[in-house]
Protein backbone atom coordinates (compact mmCIF):
# COMPACT_ATOMS: atom_id res chain seq x y z
CA UNK A 1 0.00 0.00 0.00
CA UNK A 2 2.39 2.47 0.82
CA UNK A 3 4.36 1.83 -2.61
CA UNK A 4 0.97 2.70 -4.54
CA UNK A 5 0.95 5.66 -2.48
CA UNK A 6 4.48 7.18 -2.92
CA UNK A 7 4.21 6.66 -6.68
CA UNK A 8 0.82 8.31 -6.90
CA UNK A 9 2.56 11.38 -4.78
CA UNK A 10 5.63 10.98 -6.93
CA UNK A 11 3.17 11.39 -10.07
CA UNK A 12 1.39 13.79 -8.79
CA UNK A 13 4.69 15.73 -8.39
CA UNK A 14 5.44 15.61 -11.47
CA UNK A 15 2.37 16.35 -13.03
CA UNK A 16 2.36 19.48 -10.75
CA UNK A 17 5.81 20.75 -12.01
CA UNK A 18 5.27 20.09 -15.33
CA UNK A 19 1.88 22.39 -15.45
CA UNK A 20 3.32 24.97 -13.38
CA UNK A 21 6.12 25.63 -15.66
CA UNK A 22 6.64 28.67 -17.30
CA UNK A 23 6.83 27.43 -20.48
CA UNK A 24 2.80 28.75 -22.00
CA UNK A 25 2.65 32.12 -20.17
CA UNK A 26 6.58 32.95 -21.10
CA UNK A 27 6.61 32.68 -25.11
CA UNK A 28 10.18 32.63 -27.03
CA UNK A 29 9.78 35.30 -30.23
CA UNK A 30 12.99 34.41 -31.62
CA UNK A 31 11.66 36.24 -34.94
CA UNK A 32 10.37 39.89 -33.42
CA UNK A 33 10.91 42.31 -31.46
CA UNK A 34 8.18 43.22 -28.83
CA UNK A 35 7.00 43.62 -25.37
CA UNK A 36 3.44 42.90 -25.93
CA UNK A 37 1.26 40.21 -24.51
CA UNK A 38 -1.89 39.76 -26.36
CA UNK A 39 -4.34 42.27 -27.27
CA UNK A 40 -6.37 43.71 -24.52
CA UNK A 41 -8.03 47.30 -25.18
CA UNK A 42 -6.66 50.74 -25.79
CA UNK A 43 -6.95 53.96 -24.55
CA UNK A 44 -8.78 57.23 -25.36
CA UNK A 45 -6.50 59.71 -26.98
CA UNK A 46 -7.18 63.63 -27.60
CA UNK A 47 -7.73 65.08 -30.94
CA UNK A 48 -4.81 65.41 -33.06
CA UNK A 49 -1.78 63.54 -33.91
CA UNK A 50 -0.54 61.14 -31.67
CA UNK A 51 2.69 58.71 -32.05
CA UNK A 52 2.87 55.30 -30.03
CA UNK A 53 5.99 53.44 -30.16
CA UNK A 54 8.31 50.70 -28.88
CA UNK A 55 11.89 51.34 -28.19
CA UNK A 56 13.99 48.65 -28.67
CA UNK A 57 17.59 49.76 -26.97
CA UNK A 58 20.83 47.95 -27.78
CA UNK A 59 20.71 45.46 -25.35
CA UNK A 60 17.35 44.25 -27.13
CA UNK A 61 18.91 44.32 -30.38
CA UNK A 62 22.13 43.09 -30.21
CA UNK A 63 20.66 38.64 -30.33
CA UNK A 64 19.31 40.53 -34.35
CA UNK A 65 22.45 42.45 -35.71
CA UNK A 66 22.46 41.72 -38.92
CA UNK A 67 18.77 40.54 -39.32
CA UNK A 68 16.40 42.44 -41.42
CA UNK A 69 14.06 44.00 -40.22
CA UNK A 70 11.06 42.83 -42.48
CA UNK A 71 7.40 43.64 -40.97
CA UNK A 72 5.81 46.12 -38.36
CA UNK A 73 2.60 44.57 -36.83
CA UNK A 74 0.16 46.69 -34.65
CA UNK A 75 -3.27 46.03 -33.34
CA UNK A 76 -6.16 49.11 -34.27
CA UNK A 77 -9.15 49.31 -31.81
CA UNK A 78 -10.86 52.20 -34.34
CA UNK A 79 -9.80 53.24 -37.93
CA UNK A 80 -7.90 56.74 -37.08
CA UNK A 81 -8.81 59.20 -39.37
CA UNK A 82 -4.84 58.63 -40.66
CA UNK A 83 -2.25 55.98 -39.76
CA UNK A 84 1.56 55.75 -40.44
CA UNK A 85 3.93 53.30 -39.81
CA UNK A 86 7.16 55.27 -38.67
CA UNK A 87 10.69 53.85 -37.76
CA UNK A 88 13.20 55.83 -36.04
CA UNK A 89 17.18 55.07 -35.46
CA UNK A 90 18.60 55.38 -32.09
CA UNK A 91 18.48 58.96 -30.39
CA UNK A 92 21.27 60.84 -28.33
CA UNK A 93 19.10 59.56 -25.10
CA UNK A 94 16.78 56.67 -24.35
CA UNK A 95 14.41 58.92 -23.61
CA UNK A 96 13.66 60.40 -27.35
CA UNK A 97 14.26 59.02 -30.85
CA UNK A 98 17.04 59.85 -33.32
CA UNK A 99 16.15 60.36 -36.92
CA UNK A 100 13.22 58.75 -38.82
CA UNK A 101 14.49 56.06 -41.28
CA UNK A 102 10.84 54.81 -43.11
CA UNK A 103 7.83 56.06 -42.98
CA UNK A 104 4.81 55.00 -44.33
CA UNK A 105 0.89 56.28 -44.82
CA UNK A 106 -1.24 53.70 -44.57
CA UNK A 107 -4.57 55.40 -44.65
CA UNK A 108 -6.10 54.89 -47.98
CA UNK A 109 -5.34 50.19 -47.03
CA UNK A 110 -6.44 50.38 -43.66
CA UNK A 111 -10.30 49.88 -43.62
CA UNK A 112 -10.78 47.16 -40.55
CA UNK A 113 -9.83 46.88 -37.14
CA UNK A 114 -7.60 44.10 -35.30
CA UNK A 115 -4.26 43.61 -36.45
CA UNK A 116 -2.62 44.93 -39.43
CA UNK A 117 0.42 43.70 -40.89
CA UNK A 118 2.68 46.00 -43.13
CA UNK A 119 5.72 44.57 -45.10
CA UNK A 120 8.59 47.21 -45.34
CA UNK A 121 9.67 47.44 -49.42
CA UNK A 122 12.85 47.58 -48.38
CA UNK A 123 13.66 45.98 -45.63
CA UNK A 124 15.93 47.59 -42.71
CA UNK A 125 19.10 45.84 -41.46
CA UNK A 126 19.32 45.02 -37.61
CA UNK A 127 22.42 47.15 -36.31
CA UNK A 128 24.42 47.11 -32.54
CA UNK A 129 22.32 50.64 -31.99
CA UNK A 130 18.59 50.53 -30.81
CA UNK A 131 15.68 51.14 -32.65
CA UNK A 132 12.21 52.96 -32.44
CA UNK A 133 9.31 50.84 -33.92
CA UNK A 134 5.71 53.40 -34.26
CA UNK A 135 2.45 54.16 -35.24
CA UNK A 136 1.55 57.33 -35.83
CA UNK A 137 -2.14 58.18 -35.92
CA UNK A 138 -4.62 61.16 -36.59
CA UNK A 139 -8.22 61.71 -34.86
CA UNK A 140 -10.59 64.38 -34.41
CA UNK A 141 -12.03 63.68 -31.37
CA UNK A 142 -11.66 61.54 -28.35
CA UNK A 143 -11.41 57.93 -29.42
CA UNK A 144 -9.39 55.02 -29.02
CA UNK A 145 -7.05 53.56 -31.81
CA UNK A 146 -3.74 51.74 -31.39
CA UNK A 147 -4.31 48.68 -29.15
CA UNK A 148 -2.21 47.66 -25.51
CA UNK A 149 -2.30 45.05 -23.54
CA UNK A 150 -2.82 44.60 -20.00
CA UNK A 151 0.67 45.56 -19.08
CA UNK A 152 1.23 41.77 -17.15
CA UNK A 153 4.81 42.17 -18.49
CA UNK A 154 5.17 46.23 -18.47
CA UNK A 155 8.30 47.25 -19.57
CA UNK A 156 8.62 51.39 -19.76
CA UNK A 157 10.32 51.20 -23.63
CA UNK A 158 6.87 49.22 -24.96
CA UNK A 159 4.69 52.42 -23.94
CA UNK A 160 6.77 55.36 -25.39
CA UNK A 161 4.42 58.15 -26.90
CA UNK A 162 4.16 61.47 -28.47
CA UNK A 163 0.78 63.20 -27.59
CA UNK A 164 -0.77 66.91 -28.02
CA UNK A 165 -1.37 66.19 -24.26
CA UNK A 166 2.11 66.59 -23.55
CA UNK A 167 4.16 69.55 -25.09
CA UNK A 168 7.34 68.64 -23.58
CA UNK A 169 7.63 65.85 -26.26
CA UNK A 170 8.29 61.81 -25.72
CA UNK A 171 7.68 60.00 -22.93
CA UNK A 172 6.05 57.27 -21.37
CA UNK A 173 1.69 56.43 -21.36
CA UNK A 174 2.36 55.35 -17.72
CA UNK A 175 4.16 58.87 -16.88
CA UNK A 176 0.71 60.26 -18.45
CA UNK A 177 -1.85 58.22 -16.96
CA UNK A 178 -0.41 56.43 -13.87
CA UNK A 179 -0.95 53.94 -12.36
CA UNK A 180 -1.77 52.30 -15.59
CA UNK A 181 0.76 50.20 -17.32
CA UNK A 182 0.72 49.15 -20.50
CA UNK A 183 2.54 47.74 -23.84
CA UNK A 184 1.91 48.95 -27.53
CA UNK A 185 1.07 46.06 -29.43
CA UNK A 186 3.77 46.73 -31.69
CA UNK A 187 5.72 44.39 -33.42
CA UNK A 188 9.26 44.43 -35.34
CA UNK A 189 8.87 41.06 -37.28
CA UNK A 190 12.33 40.27 -38.99
CA UNK A 191 12.62 37.97 -42.13
CA UNK A 192 13.82 34.38 -41.96
CA UNK A 193 17.23 33.76 -41.77
CA UNK A 194 19.39 32.42 -45.01
Known sequence: MKTN????????????????????????????????GPNFTS?????????????????????F?????????????????STSVVIYE???SANAPGNEIYRVDLSGRINNVGEIVHRLPSPIEITQDGIWIGV??????????VGCDQGENYNPNGDRILTPEDPSGWTNFNALRSPERVNWNIRGILADEE
Not at 26 to 32: G, K, N, V
Not at 48 to 62: C, D, Q, R, W
Not at 136 to 145: A, F, H, L, R, Y
Request: proline residues 10%.
Open 43 to 63: PQIVPGTTVFAAYFPPSETEP
Open 136 to 145: EVVVDDIVQS
Open 90 to 92: EGA
Open 5 to 36: SLTLLLLLVVGLLSWTGCEDDDPIRPDQLSYD
Open 65 to 81: VGRLLDRVSFDLIRVPN
